[in-house]
C-alpha cells in the first residue's frame, strides 16, 4: 500500500516545495496555496461524513437526516480536508477499520494532484467513541476527582488509542461551565466553576496534545447558558459574565494546553450567532489570545446561520459570515463552503483571500501532523507489519479496551465517586441481605453518557455486541459481597410512569437488612434520555416515579443507601435528611459500578467532591455556587437556592483537621502576592485523601462580585496520623475582574481568602488587603495560586 501511494505522490523529479521538510509548515502551506485552484482551495475546507467498512473496504458516505451524502468520486480528484468518524458512525471491528481508513486515505491521496490525505476526525469525550473502546467517567465525574494529573493521564491514553489507528483530531474537550442544570448536556461539562473546567480541561487537552492528537475546545463560547436550560436556545448573558465565567476555560486551556483547534458554538449571545462572531473567533481568540490553529464548525452550525438563526438569506451568505468571522473548517460535511462558497468566490461576493487564510491554517496544521511529508504512509502504528490483504485475519488483533486502559478507568471512577451523605451505614459490614432495587440496578449502559460509543451509536445497533465488559450494579455487588443475600427488583423505569413494581420493591425491602436504592438517568440523544445532548429537564426533580420510589421505601423504616447514577444533579427530596447514605456518581464509565460498590463496602475511601451543587428544591433553576448576594435566600422572595449539597462537598471515612492558620502579611500591592500556611492533618482511622479549596471573598468592589469563587485547589492523600505543612501563593491577579469599562483589573480592596471542604465547609479565614493603585491585567496575567507541601512543624 504505501509503494502505491509514494507513486502517487511524485509529481516531478524535484521535491515540491511543500513536501519539503526542512521547510517550515508555514513555507509548505505557502508554496501549496500558491499552485491550487479554487475548487482544490475549498475542498480542503470541508468534511464528509463516512463510515468504516467493517470488511475493511474503503469508507461511505453517511446517510444521515440534514443532508444527502455527498458523491465521492467527484469531490476526490479536487481533494478532501476532513474524513467525518470513520470509527464513530457504526460498530467495526477496530482492525478493520484501521484498514478501512487506511486504504481510504490512499485513494484519496492518489486522487488529488498534490497528494494530501484527509485528516480524520472523531469524538472523545469520555473515551474514544469508537466500538470496542475503553468508555471512561464523563466529564463531570473528571470535575469531581479534582485532580487534573490523572485526567491527564486518561487524555493521553485516548490519545494514544486513536493515533494507533490513523485518527488525528479528537472533538474534546468541553469547557462550558454550566450555568442550569436543566440543560441536557451538563454530564458533558467538568463542573459549574470556570477555575475547575479551566484546570481540568487543560489537563485533558495537554494529554490529547502530548498523544498526538489535535484537541479541540468546544463549544466557543457560551452554549451552556442558554435561557431555561434548553439545548440551542438563545443565550442572555451580559458581557461580564462572558468574560469572567464562560471564557476563562477557554483562554486557560488556550494558553496551557496549546489545543490546535477550536469549535463554535451553535448559540447566539445577544442575537449574534457565534458561527458569524468575529469579535469573537478572530478578535479575542487569534488577535488577543494569539491562537493559531483551525476554527471548526460544529455539525451543521454554518448552515444554521440560515435555517435557525436567520442571519443569512442563502448558503453563501452563510458561508461568507462564517468564513469572515474565522471558521475553517465546516463540519461534518460539504454544504455551504461547497458550490454555494464557490459561485460566491468566482462573483466577488466572498474575497479569495478569505479562503486562502483559512486555507493557510489548514494545510499548516496538515504539515505538523506529517500529511505532507514524502514519506507519508496511510498504515496506522495499530496495523504495522500486518498482513492486509486478509481482513479475515485483522479481526480482533486491535484492543482498544486493554487492561491498562481498564485499570485507569477504574481509578478515576474510584476518585469521581462522592459521598454525600452517611449516618454511620456506610461502609456496609457483612449484611446478610441486600434489597437492591431500581431502574439502575440491573442496566449494563447505566454508567454510559450519551457520547459513550454503546449509547450514541450502539443504541441503534441492538444487534451487534456491546464491545467491552459492562458489569451490572448488581453484578458489582455480588462480586463485592460475596457472603450476602442480594435480592433484585427494578421498581420502576427511569422515566416512566408506572408504579405496578412499588409493591414487589417494599416487599424486598422489608426483608432485607439494607436497601440500596439505584436511581438516576438513561443517557440519551434528542429526547431518547433523560439525560444528554437534546435531554433537558423541565426541573430537577428525579424522572419518572423515582422520587415516589424512593420516599415509599423510606418509609418502610429500613436503613435505605441511594446511589445515583445520573448525568445531572437531582433534588432528592427527604433522602437529604432521612437516607441512610446517599452515594453520586456522574455516569462513572465502564469501571463505575465496581468503583461505586467497592465505596459501599469500604474497600474504597471515597475523596470524590461535587463539581456541582445538589440542590434543595426541583424548582430553582438557573443556580450555580457562583453567585452574587441577591442570588441568595431573602425575606423578598418565597423561593430558596440554597443547595442541599454545595459546589465541593464530599465525605470521607476518615477526618481531617485543618489548624494552625499563619499568613506572612496581611497587605500586598495591587501586583504583589499573599502567603498562607496551615497545618492539614488525617485525624481519623485510615487513608484518605482532603481537597483543599480555596475560595477569594471580595465584600467590597466596584462591579457586583459572586459571593466567593473558586481560586485554587489540592487533593492531597495522608496516611492515618499524618500531617503535612500547606504553604499557599496567592497572586493578586487572582482577584482581577471585568471592570465597569470592559477591562479586567486589580482593586486595592479588602478580601478573605477562606481555605475550605467545600464552598459550604469553610475550615479557615485569612483577612488580607491589597493596596496601591487599581491596576489592568490581561491575558498575560497568573492563573494559579501554588501550592507547596512541607513538613508540619511540632
Known amino acids: 500500500m504505501t509503494d502505491n501511494v509514494n507513486v502517487a505522490l511524485q509529481t516531478s523529479a524535484t521535491t515540491p516545495p511543500w513536501r519539503d521538510t526542512a521547510r517550515t509548515p508555514e513555507e509548505r502551506a505557502d508554496a501549496l496555496i500558491r499552485e491550487m485552484t479554487l475548487p482544490e482551495k475549498l475542498a480542503q475546507l470541508v468534511g464528509v461524513w463516512v463510515g468504516a467498512s467493517d470488511e475493511g473496504g474503503d469508507v461511505a458516505p453517511h ?30 471491528d477496530p482492525a478493520l477499520g484501521a484498514l478501512s481508513l487506511a486504504r481510504s486515505q490512499q485513494r484519496i491521496a492518489a486522487a488529488n494532484r498534490f497528494g494530501i490525505p484527509a485528516l480524520a476526525h472523531e469524538e472523545c469525550l469520555a473515551g474514544f467513541a469508537a466500538w470496542g473502546a475503553t468508555a471512561y467517567p ?47 448536556r451538563v454530564e458533558e461539562t467538568i463542573g459549574e466553576d470556570p477555575y475547575l473546567v479551566g484546570t481540568v480541561g487543560t489537563a485533558y487537552v495537554q494529554g490529547l496534545e502530548a498523544a498526538g492528537i489535535v484537541a479541540t475546545l468546544k463549544h466557543f463560547a457560551g452554549y451552556s447558558a442558554s435561557r431555561a436550560g434548553r439545548n440551542l436556545a438563545p443565550v442572555g448573558m451580559g ?71 436567520g442571519v443569512a438569506g442563502d448558503w453563501a451568505e452563510a458561508a461568507g459570515l462564517a468564513l469572515a468571522a474565522g471558521v475553517d473548517v465546516e463540519l461534518p460535511t460539504v454544504k455551504t463552503f461547497g458550490e454555494p462558497l464557490l459561485r460566491a468566490v468566482e462573483s466577488g461576493a466572498v474575497p479569495e483571500a478569505l479562503v486562502d487564510r ?16 514524502p514519506d507519508w504512509d496511510p498504515v496506522p502504528v495499530a496495523l504495522s507489519g500486518a498482513r492486509l490483504d486478509d481482513p479475515d485475519a485483522l479481526r480482533g488483533t486491535v484492543g482498544l479496551d486493554t487492561d491498562a486502559n481498564r485499570a485507569l478507568a ?85 422515566d416512566g410512569t408506572d408504579t405496578t413494581g412499588f409493591a414487589e420493591a417494599v416487599e424486598a ?28 429537564a423541565e426541573s430537577l426533580e428525579l424522572p419518572g416515579v423515582q422520587q415516589r420510589l424512593l420516599e415509599t421505601l423510606l418509609d418502610t423504616g429500613k436503613p435505605v443507601v441511594l446511589v445515583l447514577l445520573a448525568g445531572r444533579p437531582y433534588a432528592l427530596g427527604r433522602a437529604v435528611a432521612e437516607a441512610a447514605g446517599i452515594v453520586q456518581a456522574f455516569f462513572p464509565g465502564e469501571a463505575g459500578t465496581e468503583a461505586v460498590a467497592g465505596v459501599l463496602s469500604g474497600r474504597v475511601n471515597p475523596s470524590g467532591r461535587l463539581p456541582v451543587s445538589v440542590p ?25 437556592p440554597t443547595p442541599a449539597f454545595g459546589f465541593g462537598h464530599g465525605l470521607s471515612y476518615t477526618t481531617f483537621t485543618w489548624s494552625n492558620l499563619r499568613v506572612e502579611q496581611h497587605t500586598a500591592p495591587t501586583d504583589g502576592a499573599f502567603a498562607l500556611d496551615f497545618t492539614l492533618r488525617n485525624s481519623g482511622p485510615r487513608e484518605g485523601a482532603e481537597t483543599v479549596q480555596l475560595y477569594l471573598h471580595d465584600p467590597v468592589a466596584s462591579v457586583v462580585q459572586p459571593v466567593q469563587r473558586l481560586i485554587g485547589y489540592r487533593r492531597i492523600a495522608l496516611a492515618p496520623n499524618e500531617e503535612t505543612r500547606v504553604r499557599i501563593t496567592v497572586p493578586a491577579d487572582l482577584a482581577s475582574f471585568t471592570g465597569r469599562d470592559g477591562r479586567r ?11 475550605a471542604a467545600s464552598s459550604t465547609d469553610v475550615r479557615l479565614t485569612a483577612t488580607v488587603r491589597l493596596e496601591g493603585p487599581t491596576r489592568t491585567v490581561d491575558h498575560t496575567r497568573r492563573l494559579h495560586a501554588d501550592f507547596t507541601l512541607g513538613r508540619a512543624a511540632r
Request: hydrophobic share 45%; with cysteine; aromatic share 6%.
Open 358 to 373: 483559512a486555507l493557510r491554517r489548514v494545510l499548516v496544521q496538515k504539515a505538523q501532523l506529517g500529511l505532507l511529508d
Open 616 to 640: 434543595a428544591r426541583p424548582g430553582v433553576q438557573p443556580s450555580t455556587y457562583l453567585a452574587a448576594r441577591l442570588a441568595g435566600p431573602s425575606e423578598v422572595s418565597s423561593t430558596d
Open 63 to 92: 446517510q444521515h437526516d440534514m443532508e444527502e451524502p455527498p458523491d465521492l468520486d467527484s469531490l476526490l480528484p479536487h481533494g478532501l480536508g476532513q474524513l467525518t468518524r470513520p470509527f464513530g458512525t457504526a460498530p467495526v
Open 745 to 755: 483589573i486589580v482593586e486595592p480592596g479588602a478580601l478573605e481568602l477562606r481555605l
Open 239 to 309: 458581557a461580564r459574565e462572558r468574560a469572567d465565567v464562560i471564557l476563562a476555560p477557554f483562554e486557560m486551556a488556550v494558553r496551557e494546553g496549546r489545543p490546535r483547534s477550536v469549535m463554535h458554538a451553535y448559540t447566539d449571545t445577544d442575537g449574534v450567532p457565534s458561527a458569524a462572531d468575529e469579535s469573537l473567533l478572530t478578535g479575542l481568540l487569534r488577535d488577543t489570545w494569539g491562537f493559531d490553529g483551525t476554527v471548526v464548525a460544529d455539525y451543521f452550525g454554518i448552515s444554521f446561520l440560515k435555517l435557525l438563526h
Open 410 to 494: 477504574r481509578e478515576i471512577a474510584e476518585q469521581a465517586v462522592v459521598l454525600l451523605r452517611n449516618d454511620g451505614v456506610l461502609p456496609l459490614r457483612r449484611p446478610g441481605r441486600i434489597a437492591l432495587i431500581g431502574p439502575t440496578a440491573d442496566t449494563p449502559t447505566s454508567v454510559l453518557g450519551c457520547y459513550a460509543f454503546p449509547v450514541h451509536v450502539g443504541s441503534q445497533h441492538p444487534e451487534v455486541p456491546l464491545g467491552i465488559e459492562l458489569p451490572t450494579l448488581r453484578q458489582a455487588l455480588a462480586a463485592e459481597f460475596p457472603g450476602s443475600e442480594i435480592w433484585t427488583a427494578a421498581g420502576a423505569t427511569v
Open 509 to 536: 425491602a422489608r426483608a432485607s437488612d439494607v436497601v440500596v436504592l439505584a436511581l438516576g438517568d438513561r443517557a440519551g440523544l434528542f429526547g431518547r434520555g433523560t439525560s444528554g445532548e437534546g435531554c433537558d
Open 138 to 184: 464523563v466529564p463531570l465525574s473528571w470535575g469531581a476527582t479534582f485532580d487534573p494529573g490523572l485526567i491527564r493521564r486518561m487524555a493521553e491514553a485516548i490519545g494514544r488509542d486513536m493515533r494507533a489507528v490513523g485518527v488525528h483530531q479528537g472533538l474534546a474537550p468541553v469547557l462550558d461551565v454550566v450555568r442550569d442544570a436543566r440543560w441536557g
